[in-house]
C-alpha cells in the first residue's frame, strides 16, 4: 500500500511539474505566478494550457481509480503543504484539485486558509464566502471567515458569523465564547457577558495567551468600572489582538 501511494504521489509530482513549465504567466497587477493565486488568477487558460489541464485530469484519475480518489488525494498533498508551511506548493496543488472539481466547498476553503497565511485576510474572506456558497453548512468556514473579519476589525460581519455557527450547532461553546469576544471589542459588553457565561454553561473552558487586569486607582471621572477600566481594557486588548495578528479564540 505505501509503494503505491509513493508511485501516485510520484506520478501527480510528474504532471505538476509538467503544469509548472506550462503556466508561465503572470497577473497584470501581481508579480505572482498564477499556479500561486486562488483558481489560476481566475485567467481563462490557453488552448494549450487547457489541454494540459485536460491530460492532467485524466491521467491523475486513471491513477487514483476516480476523480472523487484523485480529489482526496491532492488536497492531503495540500493540507501536507500547508503544516509544513510551504504556502505555495500548497496553493499549487489545491489549484490542481480545483482543475479536478471547481464546486468543491473543501477546495476554496483551503483557498482561504493559504491566503491568510498570506496575511491577505481581505482576498480570504471571498473564498470562504465562495465555501460556503457551495455547502451552507460547513460550520469552519464560517469560523475562519469570521477570524478574518476579526482581523479587519469588522467585528459585527465576525458576530454574525459566530452566530451562524451556534444555529448550526448550539451545544458548541467555543464560538459563544468567540462571539463574546466581538461583541466585547463592538462595547457590547452585557452580550458579551451572556457569551461568556453560556459558553461557561458548556463546560468551554479557554486556554487564555493573556491575563489583563486593570485597576484605576481614585478615578476623578466616573465611579463606575465600565466608564473607567473598561475603555483601557478595551483599547489594550485590541493592541494586543492587532499586534499579534490574532482573534482572539486563538
Not at 466608564?227 to 485590541?238: D, M, Q
Request: charged share 25%; glycine share 4%; hydrophobic share 40%.
Amino acid at each position: 500500500m505505501k509503494k503505491r501511494s509513493q508511485v501516485l504521489r510520484s506520478k501527480l509530482f510528474i504532471f505538476f511539474v509538467l503544469m509548472l513549465f506550462c503556466r508561465v504567466a503572470f497577473a497584470e497587477n501581481k508579480q505572482v505566478p498564477i499556479e500561486e493565486q486562488p483558481m489560476y488568477g481566475s485567467i481563462p487558460p490557453t488552448p494549450e494550457l487547457q489541454k494540459a489541464n485536460d491530460e492532467f485530469i485524466k491521467e491523475i484519475v486513471k491513477a487514483n481509480g476516480s476523480k472523487e480518489a484523485a480529489l482526496q488525494l491532492t488536497l492531503d498533498i495540500a493540507w501536507d503543504y500547508l503544516k509544513k508551511g510551504d504556502l505555495k506548493l500548497a496553493m499549487k496543488r489545491l489549484n490542481q484539485a480545483w482543475l479536478l472539481d471547481p464546486n468543491n466547498a473543501r477546495v476554496h476553503f483551503g483557498f482561504g486558509l493559504v491566503l491568510v497565511e498570506q496575511h491577505n485576510d481581505q482576498e480570504a474572506i471571498k473564498s470562504y464566502t465562495k465555501a460556503i456558497e457551495i455547502d451552507s453548512k460547513l460550520s469552519i468556514a464560517y469560523y475562519n471567515r469570521a477570524g478574518s473579519y476579526n482581523t479587519l476589525g469588522l467585528y459585527s460581519d465576525a458576530v454574525d458569523d459566530f452566530t451562524k455557527v451556534i444555529e448550526l450547532d448550539p451545544a458548541d461553546g467555543q464560538a459563544y465564547y468567540n462571539r463574546a469576544g466581538n461583541y466585547f471589542l463592538l462595547k457590547k459588553y452585557d452580550e458579551s457577558w451572556k457569551d461568556v457565561h453560556k459558553a461557561e454553561s458548556l463546560e468551554y473552558k479557554p486556554d487564555p495567551k493573556f491575563l489583563m487586569l486593570v485597576v484605576i486607582d481614585r478615578p476623578t471621572s466616573s465611579i463606575y468600572g465600565s466608564e473607567t477600566a473598561a475603555p483601557t481594557f478595551f483599547r489594550v486588548a485590541k493592541n494586543i489582538l492587532t499586534y499579534y495578528g490574532i482573534p482572539p479564540s486563538e
